[in-house]
């Protein structure tokens, strides 16, 4: 049986389908990338994923329970086995790094603030921020906030790790660091993995299988093999990055050689 | 296009929605401060309340205190300049004393929190709502009703009536002032005739009042950060909107218990 299960799920806005009657299951242990354009529904997704939104109709069952429709305490226990790195990392700016990490710690269990500050710590050297706990958010990089969201995110030993959009923002080398990060992390530590992302090379290094939305429909779910060599136009599109309308590319294009022409007969 | 009726009414709609909204919240922070409780609740809440304690009281008390002595030297000069006509100079210690007790010094206190902690409550929420904090305090498994109002309301419950005591002295002291230079009446004296002249219902509808306002204030400027969508604009609007709102329930409400307190017999 699959860790999570998504049947025939339908998100709606104002009338207009977002997600339409998507069907997915993720298996323990794996980690599963939802590739897909801007407006495509990924984060739509990931947020029924994590409880977060109600569908339209549909179900979303995690480990048997149907988080669309359980009710709040059950869905409280659901999130406690869920860690999320949010896109923008979403620290809580008036607390330190170690206070961000020791939050969920804190307040859900019964841990002596000793073993509290031994597990920070461990979590902190895991995402090679050992030296930077005391330091707030706003103090931080852009790479480092993300790698303090996913330290965060790890604080409960959570069975399913979240990312969305883990490279937004960053410069390729961190990207990279973080891609690593991601594939260390569910090597150590055996968790099942969510990755939602439209950076191609990121989704290929670290996915075991890829889910391909196009407006709210998966066009593909496969090993990142299957789908590379999909020959559907929109992923073939998307993969080979080609402009919507290439015709209108073309033309600008045309049309601004013109005008550089006829600048430098001018002068 | 929308005739001037159906404007109307979507107004109407939109107001209503707005008021219920403000129950459904005013109802579940009741059901939440038992955990922004000392000892017997959760003692981070119980710190933050602290916290937002001297945020909302202790910070704002030379700004309230400087209000009311203004108000109160204002109210007595005007008072002084009709009552001197018919020899009636000493009804100006009765006009400061009951004015403020019943009036003034909860209402000056409520603008001042409006404008101070109404507002920095919306700007605070819909920052979080807008970095993501909230859905990050949701996938934790954190009720944000639980971990961000119910100290602010606790705190509001108790700082706005201690502030409107400080008004109500300082007022009064001001009162006491003007009396002194204009009619070389000393403070001792005037003292007296002043704490004669209010009786105890002047001092707990003058309470009651105070309660009613730090509940608006605390769930408007809070209601108006969690409806905040969108950027950095959007927390801009819901705090001019947290004031304007907040002032102006705050004078509704004022009207309303006033005239309870008139027909029911009291002051």
Redesign the interface.
Request: charged letters at 35%; a negative charge; hydrophobic letters at 40%.
């Given at each position: 049986m699959s860790l999570i299960s998504i049947r025939d799920l339908v998100v709606e806005y104002d009338g207009r389908h977002v997600l339409d009657g998507l069907n997915l299951d993720i298996e323990s242990g794996e980690t599963m990338v939802l590739l897909g354009g801007s407006g495509s529904g990924k984060s739509t997704l990931l947020r029924q994923i994590i409880g977060l939104e109600r569908p339209k109709s549909g179900r979303v069952v995690v480990k048997g329970t149907d988080i669309t429709r359980c009710s709040p305490g059950e869905l409280m226990r659901f999130r406690r086995s869920v860690g999320v790195a949010f896109q923008s990392a979403a620290l809580f700016n008036s607390l330190t790094v170690e206070e961000n990490v020791a939050l969920p710690l804190r307040e859900h269990t019964a841990l002596a603030p000793s073993i509290i500050d031994l597990v920070v710590w461990m979590k902190l050297v895991v995402l090679g921020l050992a030296d930077f706990g005391k330091l707030l958010p706003q103090e931080l990089s852009g790479g480092m906030k993300k790698r303090a969201a996913v330290a965060r995110a790890l604080a409960l030993d959570p069975e399913i790790l979240v990312f969305d959009e883990p490279s937004a923002g960053l410069d390729p080398i961190v990207a990279a660091e973080l891609d690593e990060l991601i594939l260390l992390l569910k090597q150590a530590f055996q968790m099942t993995v969510i990755v939602v992302t439209h950076e191609l090379p990121s989704a290929f290094r670290i996915a075991d299988r890829i889910a391909m939305l196009y407006q709210g429909k998966f066009l593909a779910v496969g090993t990142k093999e299957e789908v590379s060599k999909s020959k559907d136009p929109h992923i073939r599109q998307f993969l080979d990055r080609i402009p919507d309308n290439i015709t209108q590319a073309a033309a600008v294009s045309a049309y601004f050689k013109q005008y550089l022409q006829n600048r430098e007969e001018t002068s | 296009m929308a005739t001037p009726l159906e404007g109307v009414g979507k107004r109407a709609l939109d107001r209503l929605d707005y008021v219920g909204n403000l129950n459904i919240q005013l109802w579940a922070t009741l059901r939440a401060i038992g955990s922004a409780l000392p000892i017997i609740g959760?003692r981070?809440r119980w710190k933050e309340t602290v916290r937002q304690i001297l945020q909302i009281g202790v910070d704002a008390l030379p700004m309230v205190g400087l209000m009311a002595i203004c108000s109160g030297i204002i109210l007595a000069m005007q008072g002084a300049s009709e009552l001197r006509r018919f020899g009636a100079l000493h009804y100006v210690i009765d006009l400061v004393s009951v004015g403020f007790t019943r009036e003034l010094g909860p209402l000056l206190t409520a603008i001042a929190v409006s404008g101070r902690s109404g507002s920095a409550f919306a700007a605070e929420i819909g920052t979080m709502k807008v970095?993501?904090?909230i859905?990050?305090l949701?996938?934790?498994?954190?009720e944000p009703i639980e971990f961000i109002l119910a100290p602010k309301y606790l705190a509001a419950l108790i700082a706005v009536p201690c502030l409107s005591i400080v008004s109500n002295a300082c007022g009064i002291l001001a009162g006491g002032g003007f009396m002194f230079f204009s009619t070389h009446l000393g403070l001792g004296l005037y003292l007296k005739y002043a704490l004669d002249s209010i009786v105890a219902r002047d001092v707990i509808s003058g309470l009651i009042k105070s309660v009613a306002f730090a509940t608006i204030i605390a769930h408007v400027g809070c209601l108006e950060g969690f409806r905040v969508r969108g950027g950095p604009d959007a927390v801009g609007r819901s705090t001019t909107s947290a004031v304007v709102t907040s002032t102006f329930l705050v004078i509704v409400a004022d009207a309303v218990f006033t005239a309870i307190f008139y027909f029911t017999g009291k002051p």
């Open positions: - | 959760n981070y970095t993501e904090e859905d990050a949701k996938v934790m498994a954190f």
